[in-house]
Structure formats: C-alpha cells, structure tokens
C-alpha cells in the first residue's frame, strides 16, 4: 500500500467519522427541536430522516467543494468523484422519493377516511350482536337439557355426595358435554378430561337453579358454556361445552377484527402511521442502499482514475518506468493498458532519443570547435608563411620587425586556442555534482563580495524567505558567476546607450505550481537583452552575441541546471535587458 492509499483510507476513515456525527447531531436535533413530547415511532422516524437528508447532503456537498479546494492549493491527488457520483445519488434517490412518499401517504388517509365513511364499525357491531345473539339461545336451549338430565342423572347422598363414577358413564354426558370435573375451594379434584386441572376454577357468574349461563370462556380459538353446581363442603360441579365447533376460527379472526375497530379513532391513527412507517423503512432501506452503492461505485471508478493520474504526473516527472498494476474492467482497464503500453514505448523511444541527441550535440560541437580553430589557425599561417618568406629573402629588408611581428601573432593566436580548449574541457568535463542540505541565499551573498568594488554597475540582492534544499554549492556558484560575468558584458556593451551606472538585479522566492514548489532565482540586468529569435540558441555551446566571447558560458550554466534537474528560462527584464529565472524544485526531506 503506497502513501496515496494510506491517505485515502484515512480520508474514508474521517468521512465514515463525519457521517456518524451528522446521523448523531440529527437524532438530537430531532428529539430536542423538532419532536413533540406525545410523537409516535413514525413521527420520530420521518423527523430523523428529514432532518439527516438536508445536513447529510451539505455534508456531502462542503466534503466536496473542501477537496477541490484542497486539490488546487496543494495539487495533491485526492479524488473529489466520489462526492460527485454521492451527491448524484442521493439527488437521483430523494427528489422522486420525497413526493411519492407524501402522495402515497394521502392516498392511505383517504382510503382510511373512506373505510370509516362506509360505516365499517357499525357492521361489525351488528355482526357481533348476530354471534352474540346466537350463543345466547345455543346457552339456553343447552341450559334446558343440562338440567333436565342432571336432575334426572346425578345420583346424591342426602349430604350431596356426588357418585362422579356413575356421573361418567351416562351417555348423555359422554356425548354432548366437552367437560365435567369436581372442584373444591376453586381447586380441580377430579374429572373426565384435564381442561382446567392445571388452572384454578373459572368463575361461573351463575348456578344452574339461577337461570340462563352467561359465562363465555375462551380457550385457545375455541369458546365454551360453562356451568356450575353447587355441592356440599364448598364443592361444585363445573361442566363445558363448545359451541359452533365447526366456526371456530371464523368467529375468533372476526373478533380479533371486532375487537380492533371498536375505537376508530385509534385505527384511523394506527392504520395509516402503521403504514407510513413501513413507508420510511423502506425509503431509510432504499437510501442507505442508495448511498452504499454510490461508495462502491465511486471507489471503483476513482481508484484507477486516481492511479492514472498519478502514474501521469510521474511520467510528467521523467519517469518513464512507470506502470500501473492494476486490474480494471470496460473502458478504464483498457485505458490503463494502452498507459502501460504507451510508457514502455516512450521509454524506447526516449533512449533513441537521447541518443541521437548525443551523438548529434558532440557533431555540432565539433563542427565549431573545428570552426573556432581555423578562425586563429588562418593569421597563424600566415604571419609563418610571411617569416619564411622574408627568411628566404632577406635582402629586402626589414627581417626583424616582420619576424617580430609574425612571432607576436602566433602567440596571441596560440593564446587564444589554449583559452578556447580550455573551456571545451571545462564544459566537456564538469565534474560530477555533489549535493547537500543549504541555502540558496548564503550562496548568492557569498558569490556577490567579489563584485563589492563595482563603481559603474550597482548588483542589488533582494533575498526572499525560501526553505533549504539539496545543491551542490560549488557548481551553484560557479553558475552564478557566469550569469553575473554575462550581464556585466552586455551592460559593457550597451553603457553608450544610456547614463548612470548599470544595474543587476538578483531575487529569490518560492513559487507554486500545481502540486509542486519551486524555488525560484531571477536575474536581471539593464544590458540590451536577448532578441527571441536567438533564445533558443543562446544556450548552444560556441554561440555567442559577443565578438570575443567563447559561447560555452551560458552552456555552462544550462549544464548545472539540469544537473540538479532543475529549469532555466529566458525572458525581458523590467530593467530592460535580459532576465533568467532558474526553478529547482522543492523536495520533501
């Protein structure tokens, strides 16, 4: 995992933070501001959501316009897609979902206020009269014919004792009672089946010499009639039947529905709450899905973009071994191979390059050093050419002052061609650079003490506040002086032209480009300055403006330069000459 990843996940990590205290600051917000003290679940629910949606998206859009910000000021590559492809969602998700959900919530009231205008409770009330009613008369025609056969049946002591055993076996109660069993201080003794043996007796608002039963009990889904007789010591007799059997669990859904529309005003609340709840489940369940698809697919498309950009920026930076590992599907995985593709070939290329480049610079310094040599090498033969002459006749005259002469020129000549060789060797052979930590404005200082006596230029250093960086001070130097010696001969060259003495300026700064910064180092001067149809030889070794000039200084200087993989660049000063700015790029330590 490389630095651009590990930052990547801290931003997810943070934004995964963020989103939590905007879902916490909304659920607060909600309860403390906006939620009454009598709210319901789905008033709840509906005030979370209306408050998050609106917070989560400026949430979203302050993440994104932050990291476009933060992209241009430090060029650091961040993706800000993914907020793109979020905030899309979102809008794509909320804008047709907000208005379905309040058109659907008044379709469910209307329907609700139609069900009640309809006078659904009142039918139901006169069902329920219906089943009442037809429970009453099974009660008493049972009724009729329990007693009948208990007073025919039960055979009792004069202490009404009870024979249970012969009570069993008639057939009557075998057939038509569910139920027969002896309790005793509401505590089960005996029975036939074990209906209520572990349960305490259910109290019969009746006994069987009062009248019709009116003690409906419920078992499961089933209903019984349930009659009592009363025996001696605190005993009785507690006999069940079942009614409409064959209705059970017809009767017992119609209740449970009964039993909900006795209060209207309650189902007209919970019937349509209960539904716009399932409402915002699903529209909570549809955002968060939403919202998680557009992280998938906002990561999936901005991680190789991210990884190409930088790969890009790489190659920008001269390293054409760049390549991307990365496996992509559709379009961006054929993007990412026609990269790779396109790096391994520029690499090629570039070492073709290179090398022609080389082979060609070394024929062109050839070709003027040739030209160079033959320009003393021409009054040299002469001046031996005419020695000789006059040698041979020396009878006319005047052998010493023309061998004098013609001795005089080869020296000079000859001085010439050692100075040229000497700066060809110079600038074939610059020695290796030998960086270390400093600063570029001791340096400058340093190098201008050997122009203090000047009377005729004024050399000013306008220092800026710049970190340190990796240079080697001694060839830094020699490149100042040569840009220092090149402005002091143009000024020389152009001081008819004006009054006053000439001035050099010298400044330094930071300077800001994209993702990178540079430190910048400027020099100007009041010379006549450099036309632009010759700056881009003005760096070539042996060309030169100057009629004694050797043409390798300015060589030089370009040669230092990009030793420390640095820039030089050719302008018009404000002072009216010449300007050179150098950038060497600022790296983290």
Do not use: C
């Not at 009614?243 to 005003?265: C, N, T």
């Not at 020396?394 to 061609?417: C, F, M, W, Y």
């Amino acid at each position: 995992m490389n630095d651009w990843q590990k930052e990547e996940r801290k931003i997810y990590i943070r934004d995964g933070i963020f989103l939590a205290g905007i879902i916490l600051f909304s659920i607060l917000f909600a309860e403390y501001i906006v939620i009454e003290k009598n709210a319901t679940a789905v008033d709840r629910i509906f005030a979370y959501l209306f408050t998050f949606i609106p917070l989560g998206t400026l949430n979203l859009l302050a993440h994104y316009y932050y990291r476009n910000r933060r992209i241009k000021l430090t060029g650091n590559l961040r993706t800000s897609l993914r907020y793109q492809i979020s905030l899309f969602f979102m809008f794509v998700i909320i804008i047709p979902s907000v208005p379905f959900f309040i058109l659907t919530s008044n379709i469910v009231e209307r329907i609700v206020a139609g069900v009640f205008r309809a006078d659904v409770g009142q039918t139901l009330e006169h069902a329920a009269r219906i089943i009442d009613s037809y429970t009453y008369n099974e009660a008493q025609m049972r009724y009729r014919e329990l007693k009948d056969q208990l007073r025919m049946n039960v055979h009792q002591t004069s202490s009404h004792e009870v024979n249970i055993d012969l009570f069993y076996k008639k057939k009557y109660i075998q057939e038509s009672l569910d139920y027969a069993a002896i309790f005793e201080q509401d505590h089960y003794i005996a029975g036939n089946f074990p209906f209520f043996k572990n349960e305490k007796m259910p109290h019969a608002s009746f006994e069987i010499e009062q009248g019709v039963p009116s003690l409906l009990y419920r078992k499961g889904k089933a209903e019984y009639l349930v009659f009592s007789y009363r025996l001696k010591d605190q005993k009785k007799l507690i006999f069940a039947l079942r009614i409409h059997p064959a209705l059970d669990q017809e009767i017992y859904a119609f209740r449970q529905v009964y039993g909900v529309f006795k209060d209207e005003s309650v189902v007209r609340e919970l019937i349509p709450n209960t539904l716009r709840l399932w409402l915002a489940v699903v529209f909570l369940i549809m955002i968060s899905l939403t919202f998680l698809a557009s992280i998938i697919l906002s990561h999936q498309i901005s991680y190789p973009i991210i990884h190409l950009a930088e790969a890009t920026r790489s190659v920008t930076d001269g390293d054409l071994q760049t390549r991307i590992s990365l496996n992509a599907p559709g379009e961006l995985g054929t993007l990412i191979e026609s990269f790779n593709q396109m790096t391994s070939e520029l690499e090629s290329m570039k070492s073709k390059i290179v090398q022609d480049q080389r082979v060609a610079a070394w024929q062109e310094v050839a070709r003027r050093l040739a030209h160079e040599i033959k320009n003393p090498l021409t009054p040299i033969l002469l001046s031996a050419d005419r020695m000789l002459r006059r040698l041979d006749h020396p009878e006319k005259g005047n052998l010493d002052s023309v061998v004098r002469n013609g001795a005089e020129t080869i020296i000079v000549q000859v001085h010439i061609l050692k100075k040229m060789l000497e700066e060809f060797s110079q600038f074939a052979r610059l020695p290796s650079i030998n960086k270390q930590f400093g600063n570029i404005n001791d340096v400058v200082s340093k190098a201008l003490h050997l122009y203090a006596p000047l009377k005729d230029v004024k050399i000013e250093f306008q220092p800026g506040i710049i970190p340190s960086i990796n240079f080697d001070e001694s060839a830094v130097t020699g490149m100042i002086h040569n840009l220092i010696k090149n402005s002091l001969e143009a000024i020389e060259e152009s001081k008819d032209n004006y009054k006053g003495p000439g001035r050099i300026l010298i400044a330094t700064s930071v300077l800001n480009q994209g993702r990178k910064k540079f430190l910048q180092i400027k020099f100007e001067d009041s010379g006549p300055g450099i036309e632009e149809s010759i700056r881009e030889k003005i760096f070539e070794p042996y060309y030169s403006t100057k009629d004694d000039g050797t043409g390798l200084g300015l060589a030089i200087v370009e040669r230092i330069v990009l030793d420390h993989d640095g820039r030089i660049m050719i302008g018009t000063s404000s002072l009216g000459g010449a300007e050179f700015r150098i950038f060497f790029e600022i790296k983290e330590s």
